[in-house]
Each structure stands twice: as structure tokens, then as C-alpha cells.
């Protein structure tokens, strides 16, 4: 017969999943699935003390998947989409533009200001840090300038962009923790990106006044760039048409999976009758990715290509979306046994003893992103373990889903690149030749966002609700976005 769990098995698989997060992903880096799938083990083990049956755990498992599986078409969509995109030459034209627009004067706001752009269009952080950085890198280089703040301002505006773009795995993933829609979530995400890039550009603005960089050259590597770009791909103003019926899609409310399938079907029309790829390449690239080698043009020397391009172009494809696809089904094992087995219900009441207003919510929820993000170091783990537990709080306090989903990204996502041990901070390091810890202090989008958060959380500006008061009683702010 089921009874309720008590404290020590209602808390210990989430101490479990931590630690074997902690030790096995952290210090040992071995792959997060496996460690969850033996967190959801022990929690199975304590469901079964609790008189739960196996029949009843995968019903709590097929509940998850089941919730989850809208957004996750979404993802696998995404993938698509970036592979259409980049065989269209979309991306690489946006790219193409973007970085002819560099002006080494003030090369901190810039390099905040360009990597934002790209991580936008590309809806990669990485791809951004590991192509545009390192030619923005280059520029630093030259001028003399900070070399921590022109790396912060990079990894911040790489963030600032990944938060904010439909294309983004963690863009599409907080929603498919929280509950809420994609084009809501992203919206509603401006209440605290925009106040903090704003506060990112003026101190990007007050470092980079004095800098004069009137003899600077652009470097080698970016020429490199621009002119590979030009020779792979034919620029045209159709190219624009994709993005468009997203931007339409997002303004207009459509429902989001035929409008990411159009566009991609515009995009690989694009790809056939401006760029000249066959059908085959087209549909590789949908699938597997881009890749430079489906470029088939006169004078053009695949093998030849550098580093930066190929990091930039080859990308895209359902089975890029695999990993994240894979952890969030891991993870979802695990949540949907310990909701399940009653676990999750008495660790929420035992965190609501401490939370009496709003404010006091989105505190919790940001310091267990935080922690999620520190002792996981995975951009996924911090959004998909908090997103669960307090999923049903917000719902039951009158919060609509859109708060969790972006204060899951305003404290997990881009707290990550932050830690030292996480994969996102050793890339960045290594990438941009500066250490987490000196570039820390300048990614300051990453850390001021979740502060504008847990302000907004107290004075109740910015808050989406349900009905005309929630259950901790306060006024209502009725601004929505």
C-alpha cells in the first residue's frame, strides 16, 4: 500500500542525483544520461519502499514524456531549421553583414553588440564565441585593449543572443521544463535581458570611450572569413524571406511548428534555386548539418577552408538536437518517478514554509538554478531539475508558466559559462585565451539578469498572473509581456 514519503526519501534521490552529478560529471566527466538513469534507479528503489509498482513509475514517466513532447518536435524541428538555413546561405549572409559592421573604436560594446547578432541568428553561444570572438579576440590584440572585458563582453553578448533566439536549445528547452509557450517565454524574457544588456552596454561604453583604434586593421583571420563566406554562398535580398515568416510567426502568434517548418522549406527552396545545391545535399543538411563539403562551386577548395568558417557553417540538422533531446528524456525519468512516488510534492511543501511572498519564490528558484548550474555545470541540468520542482508551485500560486521558464534561464543558462568546471566555461576559456574567472567579472549580463530577476519578483512589476490576486496575497501587476 502507498504511504508518503518522509523527509529523507523525499530529499535523498535529489541528493543522490547531485552528487552523482557532482562527482561523475564534474570531476570525472562522464556523460549526464547515464548518471540520471542511476539517480532514477534510487529513486525507483525508494518508490518501491513507498509500495509504488514499476506500472505505476513509467505511468509517471509516460506523464512527463507526454507534457514534454509538443516542445520536443519543436526541438528536433530546430534542427531543421538551422541546417535549411545554413544551406540557403541565410545565416551565412546575416553573419556576412554582421561582421562588416565591426568598428575597432570601442571594441568591448562591440564585441558585445556583434556577438549578441550572430548568437541570435546562429541561436548558438558557442558558435558565436568560437568564430566572431575569436576575430573580435584578434582585434583586442591589437589595440592593446582588456582583454577580460573584450572576452566577458564576448561570452555575455553570446549569451544575451542564445536566451533570446527561437533557435536556441536552452530557448526551447526552459519552456518545455516550465510549462509555457516559446514565443511567451522569449517576450517575457525581455523584462530582464533588456535591463541588463543595457546595463552591460554602459559600462562596456565607459570602459571603451578613451580607446582609439584609428590605424587598426581588421585581422587577417576575419578577411579570411568574409572572403570564404562570398565565395561559398550568393547573396540575395530573398534570403531575408526565411527569417521573416519566423519574425511573422512570432508577431502574428501562429502556432510555432508549421511556422519553423515553412520557413525551412522556403529556406531549402533557397538553398535549390539561389545557392544551386542539389536535393541530396539539401536534405543531408536537414539532417546531419551543413557542411563545407556539400560546396561544390569553381575555385572553391573545401579541404582549404580555416577553422573559424568551418566552426561557423557547419552546423544544423535533427541529430544535433540528439543531446539535448536524450538528457532531457533522462532527466524526465527521474522526475516523473519521484512526482510519482509523492517525493516532489513533500519537498515543495517543505520549501513553501520558507517562501510567503512572490519574491520569496523566484529567490528559491534562481538559488536552485544556481546551485543546479555549480555542482552539474550543464546549462540543461540547471533548467530542466528546478523547472520540475517548481512547475506546479507557480501553477498553484496563480504565476503564469512564462516566470519560471525565464527566471530558469536568467539563472541557469547563463550562470554556466560562469563556472569554471562546466564544459560552456573550459570552451570559453580556451576559445577566447582568457580564464573563466577573468572574464567573469565583465559577463555581466550573466549575473545582473538574474538580480533583475529577484527584484522583479518583489515588487511585483513584470509579473504575468492568472487571476486578479495570487495566493501570497499581494497586488497584482497587470503589465504583461
Not at 539517480?39 to 513509467?58: F, N, P
Not at 561544390?296 to 539535448?324: K, Y
Not at 533522462?330 to 513533500?346: M, R, Y
Request: aromatic share 10%; with cysteine.
Amino acid at each position: 500500500m502507498k504511504r508518503q514519503p518522509n523527509l529523507f526519501e523525499a530529499f535523498s534521490p535529489i541528493v543522490v542525483m547531485l552528487l552523482l552529478l557532482a562527482i561523475g560529471y564534474g570531476v570525472y566527466g562522464f556523460n549526464p544520461e547515464p548518471l540520471l538513469i542511476l539517480a532514477s534507479v534510487y529513486a525507483g528503489i525508494i518508490a518501491l519502499r513507498l509500495g509504488l509498482k514499476w506500472e505505476d513509475m513509467m505511468e509517471g514517466i509516460q506523464e512527463k514524456i507526454k507534457q514534454a513532447m509538443p516542445a520536443i518536435l519543436i526541438l528536433i524541428s530546430i534542427g531543421i531549421l538551422i541546417g535549411a538555413w545554413m544551406i540557403s546561405g541565410t545565416i551565412p549572409m546575416m553573419i556576412y553583414y554582421g561582421l562588416k559592421i565591426i568598428d575597432p573604436t570601442f571594441i568591448v560594446l562591440i564585441a558585445f553588440v556583434v556577438s549578441a547578432i550572430i548568437s541570435i541568428v546562429t541561436g548558438t553561444s558557442w558558435g558565436s564565441a568560437g568564430t566572431v570572438g575569436v576575430a573580435l579576440m584578434g582585434i583586442a590584440t591589437g589595440l592593446g585593449a582588456n582583454l577580460p572585458a573584450t572576452a566577458g563582453a564576448i561570452v555575455a553578448g553570446a549569451y544575451f543572443g542564445d536566451k533570446l533566439s527561437p533557435l536556441s536549445d536552452t530557448t526551447n528547452l526552459a519552456p518545455v521544463a516550465a510549462g509555457s509557450e516559446l514565443y511567451e517565454h522569449i517576450r517575457h524574457m525581455l523584462w530582464t535581458t533588456i535591463p541588463a544588456a543595457v546595463v552591460s552596454i554602459l559600462v562596456y561604453l565607459f570602459v571603451g570611450f578613451n580607446l582609439s583604434a584609428d590605424n587598426v586593421s581588421t585581422p587577417e583571420t576575419m578577411n579570411v572569413m568574409l572572403q570564404t563566406l562570398t565565395e561559398m554562398f550568393d547573396w540575395s535580398i530573398w534570403l531575408l524571406l526565411p527569417p521573416a515568416i519566423i519574425l511573422y510567426g512570432s508577431i502574428g502568434k501562429k502556432p510555432t511548428l508549421p511556422t519553423i517548418i515553412l520557413s525551412s522549406f522556403i529556406a531549402a527552396l533557397l538553398g535549390k534555386f539561389i545557392q544551386g545545391f542539389n536535393a541530396v545535399d539539401i536534405f543531408a543538411s536537414t539532417v546531419s548539418g551543413f557542411d563545407v563539403s556539400m560546396v561544390n562551386r569553381t575555385n572553391f577548395d573545401a579541404d582549404g577552408v580555416i577553422w573559424e568558417v568551418t566552426r561557423l557553417v557547419n552546423q544544423g540538422g535533427m541529430q544535433s538536437m540528439t543531446g539535448v533531446v536524450l538528457i532531457a528524456f533522462s532527466a524526465f525519468i527521474f522526475a516523473g518517478i519521484i512526482t510519482k512516488s509523492g517525493s516532489l510534492e513533500v519537498i515543495i511543501q517543505t520549501l513553501m514554509k520558507i517562501v510567503k511572498r512572490t519574491g520569496d519564490l523566484i529567490l528559491t528558484t534562481v538559488l536552485s538554478c544556481i546551485t543546479m548550474a555549480l555542482v552539474t555545470g550543464n546549462s540543461y541540468l540547471s533548467i530542466i531539475v528546478p523547472g520540475e520542482i517548481y512547475k506546479d508551485t507557480y501553477q498553484k500560486n496563480k504565476l503564469r508558466a512564462k516566470n519560471l521558464s525565464r527566471t530558469l534561464e536568467d539563472s541557469g543558462t547563463v550562470v554556466v559559462p560562469l563556472v569554471p568546471w562546466s564544459s560552456a566555461g573550459v570552451f570559453m576559456a580556451g576559445t577566447l585565451g582568457v580564464s573563466t574567472l577573468s572574464y567573469a567579472p565583465w559577463a555581466i549580463l550573466c549575473y545582473v539578469g538574474f538580480i533583475f530577476a529577484i527584484t522583479l519578483g518583489y515588487t511585483g512589476l513584470g509579473i504575468a498572473k492568472d487571476v486578479e490576486a495570487d495566493s501570497f496575497n499581494e497586488p497584482e501587476d497587470k503589465t504583461v509581456l
